[in-house]
């Protein structure tokens, strides 16, 4: 019920009602370290399987390989290698993790 001089807000408390204003007491030092966490490769490479990595999708040769980008994240790739050709594929992806793994030893170096 609304009495004389009440308004709609007025059942709200006095506090959720004012304007809060962060006011700095000085500079503070952040820490400005950069990460250094550089994207790792991890390959498990089955000897016995020579078609590790890739896979047949309808007549065209696929590879796939996992990176982890940060600690807590994973990244699961997945291209074509345009080609309908085994052994052309199995080239195709030794070159692809022959380039990863000599980008791993570069950041690592």
Known sequence: MRGLGTTENSALPAM???KRVYKP???RAMNNLQPTHVE???L???ES???HHIWDNN???WIHYTIYPTPVTVER???SLKTKSLPEARS???EILGELLNQARRLAA
Do not use: H, M, Y
Request: proline share 0%; net charge positive; no cysteine.
């Open 44 to 46: 498990r490479i089955d």
């Open 92 to 94: 195709r992806r030794d």
């Open 16 to 18: 959720s009602r004012a």
């Open 49 to 51: 399987n020579l078609d």
């Open 25 to 27: 007491k000085g500079k």
């Open 59 to 61: 007549g065209t040769w």
């Open 40 to 42: 790792e490769v991890a």
């Open 77 to 79: 790739i997945r291209s």
